[in-house]
């Protein structure tokens, strides 16, 4: 008599729903591989795809048009998901520990959590400012803020933000384009607004190309945008004066700035819960990865995403190499559940930036190459990012 056989069960635990997770889990609902009991793990239900996150800053997106719905996607790739926090790692007994639940057992691990602004360093930095990750924080303080100026279009509002990367410059365009609408369309005027941008460095976008450093600078300049490059902030604190919320943002050279909202776009960094774990990691607290995106002291763990550093091939955090580590994470994962050597995968040494002005034009550059910016730039990216999020809908 000819028995069923039934398939090995292996427990695949995603931590995260960064962009990576996303599309293993869509190609996972594509292609369902047996024997494979699949969890995701993620304290929002709603994840956010940082290409249009700008955009729904500048009110050109609206919220369900830049989030993916975690549900419908745990829905489609046949996982459970849990609404948690994680806060540790037990890895030698193959456990992941969360904030809120009994801890959840894994034979294969993925960790797909994005970063976090560096704060540490500066003093007040931690309690008084408003770091753009995680993301979901960043909106609610933002939204309020947005109800604010609505109410009281007549108050004077001075933002700062810390940080002159490309994340900052978005931010700073952004903010400024949505705030200047609301006062347009309650009769004020935009000089009402100023928005200040820090950078420590003498350049903003320092890790980008000369030409792309002064197109930005360009634009900043020409709306207004109050630079203070060179500027290192070494202290936020907060100010006594009437009813009004305000802070001061101090730097090493002894310039002082008074304003309402301090943004911080700083230099990445990783989780502290991190350390404790036992993973390898390099001097941030990035988990340290092979060219097959497994840890380098634990290969039943795997990292993508702003977490990990591809140890022989380091790239900056940007959400395009996380896209791109989606498919060769997927089919890294299936070859390990099916016992079959794993793939390489080798980041893109060139790869093509297109920066938001918050007025529906773009930047586009790609290694030495830049061009000014343009609306047709604009409908380029904007076709690129919709057609991303659509393989989520």
Same mark, same amino acid.
């Given at each position: @008599?000819?028995?069923?056989?039934?398939?090995?069960?292996?427990?695949?635990? #995603?931590?995260?729903?960064?962009?990576?997770?996303?599309?293993?889990?869509?190609?996972?609902? !594509?292609?369902?591989?047996?024997?494979?009991?699949?969890?995701?793990?993620?304290?929002?239900?709603?994840?956010?795809? %940082?290409? @249009?996150?700008?955009?729904?800053?500048?009110?050109?997106?609206?919220?369900?048009? /830049?989030?993916?719905?975690?549900?419908?996607?745990?829905?489609?790739?046949?996982?459970?998901?849990?609404?948690?926090?994680?806060?540790?790692?037990?890895?030698?007994?193959?456990?992941?520990?969360?904030?809120?639940?009994?801890?959840?057992?894994?034979?294969?691990?993925?960790?797909?959590?994005?970063?976090?602004?560096?704060?540490?360093?500066?003093?007040?930095?931690?309690?008084?400012?408003?770091?753009?990750?995680?993301?979901?924080?960043?909106?609610?303080?933002?939204?309020?803020?947005?109800?604010?100026?609505?109410?009281?279009?007549?108050?004077?509002?001075?933002?700062?933000?810390?940080?002159?990367?490309?994340?900052?410059?978005?931010?700073?365009? %952004? @903010?400024?384009?949505?705030?200047? &609408?609301?006062?347009?369309?309650?009769?004020?005027?935009? &000089?009402?607004?100023?928005?200040?941008?820090?950078?420590?460095?003498?350049?903003?976008?320092?890790?980008?190309?000369?030409?792309?450093?002064?197109?930005?600078?360009?634009?900043?300049?020409?709306?207004?945008?109050?630079?203070?490059?060179?500027?290192?902030?070494?202290?936020?604190?907060?100010?006594?004066?009437?009813?009004?919320? #305000?802070?001061?943002?101090?730097?090493? %050279?002894?310039?002082?700035?008074?304003?309402?909202?301090?943004?911080?776009?700083?230099?990445?960094?990783?989780?502290?819960?991190?350390?404790?774990?036992?993973?390898?990691?390099?001097?941030?607290?990035?988990?340290?990865?092979?060219?097959?995106?497994?840890?380098?002291?634990?290969?039943?763990?795997?990292?993508?995403?702003?977490?990990?550093?591809?140890?022989?091939?380091? /790239?900056?955090?940007?959400?395009?190499?996380?896209?791109?580590?989606?498919?060769?994470?997927?089919?890294?994962?299936? +070859?390990?559940?099916?016992?079959?050597?794993?793939?390489?995968?080798?980041?893109?040494?060139?790869?093509?930036?297109?920066?938001?002005?918050?007025?529906?034009?773009?930047?586009?550059?790609?290694?030495?190459?830049?061009?000014?910016?343009?609306?047709?730039?604009? /409908?380029?990216?904007?076709?690129?990012?919709? +057609?991303? !999020?659509?393989?989520?809908?």
């Amino acid at each position: @008599m000819q028995q069923n056989l039934q398939p090995i069960v292996k427990d695949l635990v #995603l931590i995260g729903g960064g962009h990576s997770h996303a599309i293993a889990l869509r190609m996972f609902g !594509m292609k369902p591989l047996l024997g494979v009991h699949l969890t995701l793990i993620s304290p929002a239900s709603n994840t956010p795809y %940082s290409g @249009m996150l700008p955009g729904h800053i500048a009110g050109l997106y609206s919220y369900d048009e /830049c989030h993916i719905d975690l549900y419908k996607l745990a829905n489609f790739a046949h996982a459970q998901l849990y609404i948690d926090r994680v806060i540790g790692l037990d890895l030698n007994n193959h456990k992941v520990i969360c904030a809120n639940r009994p801890a959840i057992n894994f034979d294969i691990l993925s960790v797909d959590i994005g970063s976090t602004p560096a704060t540490i360093s500066v003093s007040g930095a931690a309690e008084y400012t408003i770091p753009a990750k995680p993301v979901a924080k960043l909106l609610e303080h933002w939204y309020k803020l947005l109800q604010s100026v609505e109410d009281n279009p007549q108050q004077k509002l001075k933002i700062a933000i810390v940080g002159g990367g490309a994340g900052g410059v978005e931010l700073a365009l %952004s @903010m400024q384009t949505h705030l200047q &609408q609301i006062l347009k369309a309650n009769q004020q005027s935009i &000089q009402n607004l100023e928005v200040h941008l820090f950078q420590r460095h003498q350049k903003i976008l320092p890790h980008y190309h000369s030409s792309v450093q002064y197109q930005v600078k360009q634009v900043l300049t020409s709306r207004d945008i109050k630079l203070h490059l060179g500027e290192t902030v070494s202290e936020i604190a907060p100010v006594s004066k009437r009813n009004e919320e #305000l802070f001061t943002v101090k730097c090493e %050279s002894g310039l002082s700035l008074e304003c309402q909202k301090v943004f911080w776009v700083t230099q990445a960094s990783a989780p502290d819960w991190l350390k404790t774990t036992g993973l390898g990691t390099d001097e941030q607290g990035f988990i340290l990865v092979e060219d097959t995106l497994q840890s380098q002291t634990h290969p039943q763990v795997f990292a993508v995403g702003d977490i990990a550093t591809i140890v022989n091939h380091p /790239c900056p955090k940007a959400g395009v190499f996380a896209v791109r580590q989606g498919k060769p994470l997927f089919e890294n994962l299936q +070859r390990t559940v099916l016992g079959k050597p794993l793939k390489a995968y080798k980041p893109q040494q060139q790869y093509l930036s297109l920066i938001g002005t918050g007025d529906k034009r773009a930047i586009a550059t790609k290694g030495a190459f830049t061009l000014p910016p343009h609306p047709l730039l604009w /409908c380029w990216k904007d076709w690129i990012d919709r +057609r991303f !999020m659509e393989r989520f809908r």
